[in-house]
């Protein structure tokens, strides 16, 4: 009996059939020129390392919620997370990490109460249509590099719930949550909570280290004893760290005609493995090409 | 610092607030009559212990892809799946699992070349509208407790390719798998798969065994060494297992009225932790509910 992979690699795709080779999404990363990406400012990378020696990298989106980033910086900076763990794994949904019932004071900066930064004004925003319907928005899109939802009568953008997207936990309204209790998804992307919530970036490496966690056994993926929890050697922002040591980033231009052509394959995959182009994408998954610098 | 999950739980929800109580999903789910559920023949159960005692219960969906699941069946009683392995983990994308690259001959009754099971007529299917549009197909919807994307117009229904969503391995076209090679989504649903692979079933227990496996490191998420593959211990269906053992399983009635109302919430969320119910929502965000029985 033959192996049986779910996808030929790209490799393979090429050797097999006498037509030109048509791309995958792959293809049209590794064939991307440089003028394509644009670099992560280090300021908006935020570095967790967990004590079992794995790295999780977030990069941070303040043109969406600013002051819950602005939050994010400072608690970083201030050692807030010293002794922090994760302590929720909830399947199909999230891993969520901070303090949890802590009492432990806010470093100087922090916004104790910031406002609902769930949406932002759509003007100034230029949008990167999906071109495939929505079942959450009016319409969504890509801007400079982050996926969005939209509604041009309402006029308002928002970032939305895709695989590892990160929020920050909150109680009920009004509370807003203040940065630092903060989850990452790892399920399929949870809409419903787009809008609800604050979105204040998304993992771009290590994701796998937070989801193939055990899952916790307590309503809600809560763990159920503290033995349980993963603990988190640090948080730190890369600006802060030593510059040979910082990770660096570079995420794909949405405006691009690279990103135009990776999207456009996305909605119609028609290398060797499929004999039906879908004619259509859902947003979330058109994961923005984000990779290693250098 | 409070405490500040990102749900509040039912119990909790309807202690806060003065008015009536909001029903969340799982509210509707726990105060269902028993008539809206239906008991899943233990024909269509296919139970795969691994060897480290976790359990995976599958439900078969022999209505869509009757070959495909006539060969499982038979690959199950004929005891083919000795030694068989979980071999590939893709973060956000699949587990795949069986004997991978060997040369084992199939038990009789193994239809070697079943014909492409990826769509079914439509015609003689009652399908509750989802409602919301769909990325990926003209319709979606769900079709005696499953979710299903269609085409008026061309006449097909094929099921999707959703959270735990259950598919056969196959190699390129014209193969289309036996059945011996099969996946599980753990990820955001990868919908592009839809009509270009046999959808066999779903996981309704134990995804979590699956989705919490540490990733593979090779292309496409194969383990680098057979050290790292996790063995099973065995594949049955539980009409093959003596009575006292064989777990029971419902599935809610997708013509109901229950599940109506069910699917009207998932689409717009108004317990209390939520402020903006969204008004739509994606297939594969509406798992449909399925229950131990008993």
């Known amino acids: 009996m033959r192996l049986l992979p779910l996808f030929v690699t790209a490799a393979a795709t090429l050797l097999i059939g006498a037509g030109p080779a048509k791309l995958t999404p792959n293809d049209i990363v590794a064939k991307s020129p440089s003028s394509a990406?644009?670099?992560?400012?280090?300021?908006?990378?935020?570095?967790?390392?967990?004590?079992?020696?794995?790295?999780?990298?977030?990069?941070?989106?303040?043109?969406?919620?600013?002051?819950?980033?602005?939050?994010?910086?400072a608690l970083a900076r201030g050692s807030y997370w010293n002794g922090a763990t994760i302590y929720r794994l909830q399947d199909n949904y999230v891993a969520q990490w901070g303090l949890n019932d802590s009492d432990k004071g806010f470093p100087a900066g922090v916004v104790a109460k910031p406002s609902a930064e769930y949406t932002r004004p759509l003007k100034g925003l230029a949008i990167t249509r999906l071109g495939s319907p929505d079942p959450y928005a009016p319409g969504a899109g890509f801007v400079d590099g982050w996926p969005v939802a939209y509604s041009p009568k309402a006029g308002w953008a928002d970032l939305t719930h895709c695989y590892g997207t990160v929020g920050v936990g909150r109680d009920l309204s009004p509370d807003t949550g203040t940065g630092g209790e903060l989850y990452a998804v790892i399920?399929?992307?949870?809409?419903?909570?787009?809008?609800?919530?604050?979105?204040?970036?998304?993992?771009?490496?290590g994701i796998d280290r937070l989801s193939s966690l055990p899952r916790g056994t307590e309503a809600l993926g809560f763990y159920k004893d503290k033995a349980q929890y993963v603990p988190i050697a640090g948080i730190r922002l890369a600006s802060d760290m030593p510059a040979p040591d910082r990770p660096a980033f570079e995420v794909m231009n949405t405006a691009s005609a690279t990103f135009a052509k990776y999207l456009r394959v996305r909605a119609n995959r028609n290398d060797d493995f499929y004999i039906r182009p879908a004619g259509g994408v859902d947003l979330c998954n058109v994961q923005v090409p984000v990779r290693r610098k250098g």
Do not use: C, K, S, Y
């Not at 399920?187 to 490496?205: K, S, W, Y």
């Open 37 to 73: 990406w644009q670099a992560i400012d280090p300021d908006d990378l935020l570095v967790m390392d967990l004590a079992n020696g794995g790295r999780v990298v977030i990069q941070l989106a303040p043109a969406f919620a600013p002051v819950h980033v602005a939050n994010i910086r």
């Open 187 to 205: 399920g399929h992307g949870p809409r419903q909570l787009d809008r609800n919530i604050a979105i204040v970036g998304r993992v771009v490496e």
